[in-house]
């Protein structure tokens, strides 16, 4: 590994838990251990997995405009942008909101449930490494701020009721967001590599 302060390139040895492992030249925090991260990781991953199915089969949204209601989900609301011509927004819709989160999510537990049991599958380490490419093209919170802005505009013109799919897309913005933020990147390459 080499040192992001002083670029000295070294053998980093065995870090127990709660440990951090420093340049031996300046001194800088190289990575710190982390505890229990397979298990943290995994329970958030299902827990955002079950999320997920909720937030894309139930309905999103009721609009009631003089009485005349409408349902629609998040795959149909990205159905809508696209025929109403904005093509490219519904593919950004749907790849940040829909098909990358659920990548990750897939990804985690291709790489993390092998690990809890001290295995790992053939492709691990790829699919580790485009997780990891992944995650600055999950943008969930983004769409979630753009649905708040709307209901904010639309709510003079009609009644707006938010489904059960709404919840569970905001708990699902941080449940991902928990299961990203425990992913220890070291031991993971650790353990991979102690695999093969």
Known sequence: MACHQCDLVQQIPPVPDRAAARCP??????????????????????????LYCVAVSFPFLTLNISG????TSLLTGIVEIYQQGLVWVAILVLVTCVVVPFMQM?????????????Q??????????????????????????SILVALVKLSDMAMIIPGLAVFAFALLIFS???AVSSVDPHQVWAHLDDRR
């Open 25 to 50: 030249r300046c001194e800088a925090v190289l990575f710190r251990t982390r505890v229990n991260t397979i298990d943290r990781t995994l329970a958030w991953t299902i827990a955002s997995l079950v």
């Open 68 to 71: 005349i209601e409408r349902q």
């Open 106 to 118: 897939m990804g985690l537990l291709y790489v993390f449930l092998p690990l809890k049991f001290g």
């Open 120 to 145: 790992s599958f053939e492709l691990s380490k790829l699919v580790f490494r485009l997780f990891q490419h992944m995650q600055p093209w999950s943008m969930m919170e983004v769409f979630m701020l």
């Open 176 to 178: 991902l967001a928990f």
